[in-house]
């Protein structure tokens, strides 16, 4: 099978919260793989492919809260692959710092 991703991924693991709908409240689960374009959240709800999630991090211990819209790339028993769908400029920075 052919490597589709176009940036790296660094394994990682921290609290990610995330929500389908601003009805409905935050669920907590860990990402396991982060990359400038995206990450991989490790959850039993199912999301499905394509759908829109508000996700909110820290990528490190004392960084400041990102938050932003992801689309759902893959789902598989383990979790969701989430694409970033737009990263303002500092939780750019933010992620380049924590990733090299």
Not at 2 to 25: I, N, T, W
Not at 85 to 99: G, P, V
């Amino acid at each position: 099978m052919k490597e589709r991703r176009v940036m790296p991924r660094s394994a990682v693991r921290f609290l990610v919260q995330h929500q389908s709908s601003p009805d409905e409240g935050f669920e907590v689960d860990y990402a396991t793989d982060l990359s400038r374009g995206g990450l991989f959240i490790n959850t039993r709800k199912p999301l499905p492919p394509q759908s829109t999630v508000h996700v909110q991090f820290a990528p490190a211990k004392d960084a400041r809260l990102v938050s932003v819209f992801c689309r759902v790339t893959h789902a598989t028993a383990a979790g969701v692959g989430a694409q970033f769908i737009s990263l303002d400029a500092d939780s750019e920075q933010l992620l380049d710092a924590t990733l090299s």
